[in-house]
């Protein structure tokens, strides 16, 4: 067998795989399309929320209730969402300190979410669904204090919380439809405090002295509505 027989049947066996990959690509779109077309791209919308936060703020060794406002605006590509925040809420210690120092915390960052769940699966109807998504962004924190002072700092945010989507029939020039409805979750905020002064302490039965630990961890319950289109 000559050389350039070699060589063609060579070349057959490296083409043939590439055929197969082809020729099966051109079934699915053919068996996943009407008529030749592929299917319809992912959903995209627009969407405003505002909601409440409740639950408790910590910024160093004050930490205590917190109530505030969270208002975000958000497009959303299919399951994935990104989303700008703004927070306003309430910082400083519990009433029933003996000294009570108070105080607003401001935050403004970005969000990525990701759907893990949603029943909304007819794209076409009027209906209403449910959606379980979790979330993870990053934000600054600005934090004035009534008595005088002010704290910056970068934190982290993690969220995990449903919703409650009415949306109505989709628009035949557009492509996108109307939605409203209700959304719960739970939300915290993650900054480094302060520097603590002083020696290692217990602060409680241990078996080793430290400093406060610099992390603070705000927790709130999240409730408001969006809509958008």
Not at 18 to 46: F, K, Q, W
Not at 85 to 97: A, K, L, N, T
Not at 117 to 142: C, M, P, Y
Request: glycine letters at 18%; hydrophobic letters at 35%; a positive charge.
């Amino acid at each position: 067998m000559g050389t350039m027989t070699m060589t063609r049947l060579a070349c057959l066996a490296l083409l043939a795989p590439v055929a197969t990959l082809s020729v099966a690509s051109a079934n699915v779109v053919a068996s996943d399309g009407i008529g030749g077309r592929d299917e319809p791209n992912a959903e995209r919308r627009l969407e405003g929320r505002v909601g409440m936060l409740l639950g408790g703020s910590d910024v160093g060794d004050a930490d205590g209730f917190s109530i505030g406002v969270t208002t975000g605006l958000g497009y959303r590509i299919g399951d994935i969402t990104l989303r700008g925040r703004f927070d306003h809420y309430r910082v400083g210690d519990s009433s029933s300190e003996a000294v009570v120092r108070r105080g607003r915390g401001t935050r403004v960052g970005g969000a990525v979410r990701y759907s893990f769940a949603s029943t909304s699966e007819d794209r076409d109807r009027k209906g209403v669904g449910l959606d379980f998504w979790g979330e993870a962004g990053l934000g600054l924190e600005h934090v004035t204090w009534r008595e005088g002072g002010v704290y910056d700092r970068p934190s982290g945010e993690l969220a995990i919380g449903f919703e409650i989507d009415g949306y109505g029939r989709r628009d035949d020039r557009t492509r996108r439809r109307r939605h409203v409805g209700y959304f719960m979750a739970f939300r915290s905020f993650v900054g480094q405090g302060p520097e603590m002064s002083g020696p290692a302490v217990c602060g409680g039965p241990c078996t080793k002295a430290t400093k406060p630990s610099r992390t603070d961890i705000s927790m709130f319950f999240e409730v408001g509505l969006h809509w958008g289109r």
